[in-house]
Each structure stands twice: as C-alpha cells, then as structure tokens.
C-alpha cells in the first residue's frame, strides 16, 4: 500500500478540514444584524385598511401588531385576503385587532434559524416577531430565514470545494 504524503496524510480525513456545523445553525440575531434596523408596527385599534397602506409603503407582507408596548398578534396579506375580502368585510371598516393572527408566535434572538425553520413549517406561518427580555427588537420572515439557510450552504460547499482542490488550512 502506497504511503500517502505528508501533507496528505494530515488531512486524509475531511472532517479535519471541513467544519461540522448543522445548516440552519445561525442564530436570529445574525440575521437581524444583516436586516435594516427597526420593525414596522400597528395598533390594534387601527383599520385594516391603514395596516394596508404600511404594508405598500413598507414593501412588507406583514407587520407586528401591538397593544401598548405588548406584542399582541400579525398581521399580515394573508389575513386580509381570507378574513376581509373572501367574506366580503370593508377593510375601511374592520379593524386590525379583528382580523390579526394571535397570540403572536414569536422568537428570541438567541434562536437558531432551523428553530424558526421548525415553528414557520410547523405553524403555516411566515414571520415571527423576536422579543429581547419582553421588548420587540425585529421580525424575521420566511425569506430571512432561507437566505440564512442558503448562506449556510454556500460556506459548507466552499469548504468541501477547498478540500477538492487541496487548499488545505496551513
């Protein structure tokens, strides 16, 4: 049997080289740090048609519903499609407290991205507000969460791409 180099023989094992780490490992908060600061808000005595409007002008599918400081639900395109305009409701007329998904399911930034992976799939649901200590600090939304999920495999590849080519850590 041929003796493999020196060089070689350090890293014939590729779990040397490659970094064991499960996809989705990182956690809300680096994805909040990727995100521009700040959350858009409405209240519960606002009318669907003014969360609406935030919405538009926001370029956002959903925004976290607050009752004072509290986070009381979401709101999002998806609830206004289905409780609004399918029972012929006037978004004028309705209010967000009646029409938001609550109690709101949320995260906190220590949470790992396949966690909120988990509760999305599991729960139907694409955002969750993330509470820091009871204060709302952001929202991740599906799209959020694939973007982590992708990156994450992006680094995996390059590692496994570098081991390919012999680019081994000296």
């Known amino acids: 049997m041929e003796k493999l180099p020196e ?34 808000t ?10 609406l409007h935030v ?9 976290v519903v607050l009752e004072g400081d509290r986070v009381a639900g979401v709101i999002s395109e ?19 407290r009646e029409i938001m998904s609550a109690p709101a399911i949320s995260v906190e930034p220590g949470n790992t991205v396949a966690q909120c992976m988990e509760l ?14 009871g204060i709302l600090v952001g929202c991740v939304s599906i799209g959020d969460v694939v973007k ?3 990156a994450d495999q992006e680094q995996r590849i390059g590692q496994f791409e570098d081991y390919i080519r012999g680019n081994y850590p000296t």
């Open 7 to 40: 060089l070689h023989r350090n890293f014939d094992d590729i779990a040397s080289f490659v970094k064991k780490q499960e996809c989705g490992s990182r956690t809300v908060r680096e994805i909040l740090a990727k995100k521009l600061p700040g959350t858009w």
């Open 42 to 51: 409405i209240r519960t005595e606002a009318s669907v048609y003014e969360a």
């Open 55 to 63: 919405m538009a002008d926001h370029n956002v599918g959903a925004l």
């Open 78 to 96: 998806r609830d206004y499609a289905r409780k609004v305009i399918l029972i012929g409701k006037a978004s004028r007329e309705t209010f967000v």
């Open 120 to 133: 999305m799939t599991g729960k139907f649901i694409r955002h969750l507000p993330v509470i820091d200590s």
């Open 148 to 150: 982590a999920l992708i």
